[in-house]
């Protein structure tokens, strides 16, 4: 569902790079689910779509043998399938694909907990946290290789497990036309699917601690609140200085319209689909620190960056006022996600790891393997 969170955006354009790069592409969805229009899209490229067990274990006794490549998305489903493939599909590399590190996002949670002395809380994410890091650096060890979104989370992965074999494989983005300029924009925007804890707590803050200082010199200013599944808490915060609109259908509209983006993000992991996008669409973008972690942008110069409410909202402010500061951060930001996360780069990572693949596949087809994602 690539409209409606950032992993699936994610492993959207990775499947169809995948079909641009000569592979023909098995999609297994683990929840069983033939969503539309999404299946109807993948197989119009090509993909086949097997959301039954049934059918996806007769695919592995009959294709298993000729499999170049597994990639299993997050760790659940990775377990889920792991021991049936070496079984089935002896030849093929099997990488751990991790969208992000959980234990770390349930780490800094826990931090999080225990520094407004919700100590009860702060214990039972800390138990959490180490149950997942248990799990997902068993998988570390049993995949043949781990996929991993920053240079940041590959550095902890190797220090953590040395032997692995990790590789950085992030987001895509692609460019959009023409930018409009500051001139008759208006209002922050904030996106983020709200079945992900770390958006709830980050709009929160956007609107109890930030705003009220955006508010005080920049009376009128309103925060776009928009994402899949608003929370009670989150449709709780809508009034006069904040409307929540929940899903919409594209996000062109406001990334032309709204003034500037926000990501108040407080803990979290990987790297933040929401910000690449608005930086990708010329969207000038304020965050915190976590925001931003492994996208290797320049504070100043990129993005905009304040662990801080009183920070963040000089920052907010700023592009509120100046707008060659705007015109600098929206042409910067927008080059830099192309060259870090432009699907070039993400072809070049998947051709690496398929041409790992195919070293251990012996009297394969070497113009079109199946792969199974």
Known sequence: TPDRDSGSMRMHRLLLALVELGQRVVFFPSNGALLQPYTGELQRHGITVIPDAAGQATFLREAGAALTLAMLSRPQVAWKLLEELRMLAPR???SYDTVDLHFLRLQRQAELAASVGDQQGATALAGKAAASKELELGLV??????????????????????????????????????????????????????????????????????????YRRHPGTVLHVVGSNPSPDVLELAGDAVEVHGWVPDLVPWHQQCRLSVAPLRYG??????????????????????AVEGMRLVDGQHVLVAADAAGFADHVVALLDDDGLWRTVSEAGAIAIMERFGLDVARTALQDVLDTGAKLTSGANSTAHPSAG
Request: charged share 20%; aromatic share 4%.
């Open 92 to 94: 093929c590399l099997v």
């Open 141 to 214: 060890r049993a995949a043949d290789l781990t996929l991993v979104v920053s240079e940041h989370e590959q550095r902890l992965l190797r220090d953590l497990v040395p032997p692995a074999d990790v590789r950085v494989l992030s987001n895509v983005h692609h460019p959009v036309g023409e930018v409009p300029g500051p001139q008759g924009r208006a209002g922050l925007l904030f996106v983020g699917s709200f079945d992900h804890l770390p958006n709830r707590d980050a709009v929160a803050w956007m609107v109890r601690d930030v705003l009220p200082l955006v």
């Open 269 to 290: 992991a990987g790297v933040k689909g929401k910000v690449g996008e608005s930086m990708a669409a010329g969207l000038p973008t304020v965050c915190t620190p976590v």
